[in-house]
């Protein structure tokens, strides 16, 4: 019996590309942040606006976690993988968290678009991978370690908002692995990754579809060829950089509205 698409997205109003295009051409650079190696960098992006993350100096993956402006949002990778796929293109939304449910960003260029299926079935940009962590290395290994994407991500919140660190590391959440190469094995169904094919000035590029704070981490596994969650990986910086386009350039655009559910569950 053939498969069915559990959530068809026929209804879905399709990303205006077109628009975002225009509004694209002139827009202005507003800001730029640089997430160190090993280390994350937090940003912000008003509603309107554009991010770029561009791999610099050497192949290097990110590891991209997103909240409203007020954090009472995050991004929802798991639905966002069950509305678009295990791997994110031009086109698709990244989509916040329950009871919000509407669109947080929509990737609008992809410089490894080229990529697409490898002989493995590895593809860019997976909404797959939760984020290294210390909490699963000390499971497998025992060790201590404090440059894992969680943590990395946990000190750009800390930074950014000031809370403290016990609070900041329950906002970290799963990931859009930005440039990661990723899928899973045929025989056993895990989760695998290889070597990303991203080099120097390669980029993926975001509209803002509300207001945004981010945080980009530098993962430790460099371009994720062998492992991660180790000092041995080559490691590189990783460019965002926020643009700004005129006002009148988005006429016809709005923010979109939180979901519509009326939140009583039957009661």
């Not at 596994?221 to 180790?230: A, F, N, P, V, Y």
Request: hydrophobic share 35%.
């Amino acid at each position: 019996m053939a498969p069915v698409i559990c959530y068809p997205t026929d209804s879905l109003p399709p990303a205006p590309l077109e628009l975002y295009a225009r509004a694209r051409k002139g827009a202005q650079k507003t800001g730029e942040w640089v997430a160190q190696p090993r280390d994350a960098a937090a940003f912000r992006v008003p509603a309107g606006s554009f991010f770029r993350i561009t791999c610099v100096e050497g192949p290097q993956v990110g590891d991209l976690n997103l909240w409203s402006a007020d954090m009472s949002e995050r991004f929802y990778s798991g639905k966002t993988r069950a509305l678009h796929g295990t791997h994110l293109g031009v086109g698709n939304r990244m989509w916040s968290s329950f009871p919000s449910l509407r669109p947080m960003a929509t990737m609008v260029a992809d410089t490894l678009a080229w990529y697409g299926a490898d002989e493995f079935g590895g593809r860019v940009h997976d909404v797959i991978g939760t984020r290294c962590d210390p909490h699963t290395h000390h499971l497998l290994s025992g060790g201590q370690y404090h440059h894992c994407c969680h943590s990395n991500l946990t000190r750009a919140v800390v930074a950014e908002t000031g809370l403290p660190v016990d609070q900041a590391a329950t906002l970290v959440h799963d990931v859009l692995n930005v440039f990661m190469c990723t899928g899973f094995t045929r025989d056993t169904g895990q989760y695998f990754m290889k070597a990303s094919p991203v080099r120097p000035g390669d980029y993926v590029e975001f509209f803002a579809e509300i207001d945004l704070v981010g945080a980009l981490s530098a993962c430790p596994g460099g371009d994720c060829g062998s492992e991660h969650s180790s000092d041995t990986a080559p490691c590189h910086p990783l460019l965002i950089e926020r643009f700004t386009p005129d006002a009148a350039a988005l006429s016809g655009w709005s923010s979109p509205a939180r979901n519509g559910y009326d939140g009583t569950h039957g009661l």
